[in-house]
T-cell receptor, first 115, second 111 residues
Framework: NAGVMQNPRHLVRRRGQEARLRCSPV?????VYWYRQLPEEGLKFMVYLQKENIIDESGMPKERFSAEFPKEGPSILRIQQVVRGDSAAYFC?????????????FGSGTRLTVV | QQQVKQSPQSLIVQKGGISIINCAYENTAFDYFPWYQQFPGKGPALLIA?????SEKKEGRFTISFNKSAKQFSLHIMDSQPGDSATYFCAAGFTGNQFYFGTGTSLTVIP
């Protein structure tokens, strides 16, 4: 009964490279959320996806960031041309389908370091 | 606009004492208020949650107190233990949608 799986756990990228973060939700969960956590700060909402649909991307930076949750396979958060300010922990969470879904299950996160 | 404000930023409590963390929220339409516990290097884990039609919820040593009129809620940890040392986040939002998180409280329980 695996929880939310995120990989890689740690990712180092040079400025200007692309970072690709993967998230496999809890089996049976079709709602995925991405959050960013900066050092000494709380979790900031980035994007909410359902299978093949972006429901709410109000927390996503307008440029360089994109997310998808395809019909098959994990959800992907993609950061193009990374900069030092992108260094953070990125957490994915999933929740069950439909009304009455309560709470999230978080993954252990991907810690991105931009050098 | 910060939807959820959390205090204190850090808290040190003696073993056996009561830890209290407070949160205030903006949107009166929020219908779910969870608390998460996060250990270093781990993702946040759901600890306890409450809905606005209830004023208090208790699970073991953890209690949420909810004041709808004041738009505030708090987490009380009774008989605090060193193993409770972690960062605690309150959150508020809509069931099945995104949650807004507080900035976290780093709790240290001294043996």
């Amino acid at each position: 009964n695996a929880g939310v799986m995120q990989n890689p756990r740690h990712l180092v990228r040079r400025r200007g490279q692309e970072a690709r973060l993967r998230c496999s939700p809890v089996k049976g969960h079709s709602h995925v959320y991405w959050y960013r956590q900066l050092p000494e700060e709380g979790l900031k909402f980035m994007v909410y996806l359902q299978k093949e649909n972006i429901i709410d991307e109000s927390g996503m930076p307008k440029e360089r960031f994109s997310a998808e949750f395809p019909k098959e396979g994990p959800s992907i958060l993609r950061i193009q041309q990374v900069v030092r300010g992108d260094s953070a922990a990125y957490f994915c969470a999933s929740s069950p389908t439909g009304q009455g879904a309560v709470g999230y299950t978080f993954g252990s996160g991907t810690r991105l370091t931009v050098v | 606009q910060q939807q959820v404000k959390q205090s204190p930023q850090s808290l040190i409590v003696q073993k056996g004492g009561i830890s209290i963390i407070n949160c205030a929220y903006e949107n009166t339409a929020f219908d779910y208020f969870p608390w998460y516990q996060q250990f270093p290097g781990k993702g946040p884990a759901l600890l306890i949650a409450i809905r606005p039609d209830v004023s208090e919820k208790k699970e073991g040593r953890f209690t949420i107190s909810f004041n709808k009129s004041a738009k505030q809620f708090s987490l009380h940890i009774m008989d605090s233990q060193p193993g409770d040392s972690a960062t605690y986040f309150c959150a508020a939002g809509f069931t099945g949608n995104q949650f807004y998180f507080g900035t976290g409280t780093s709790l240290t329980v001294i043996p």
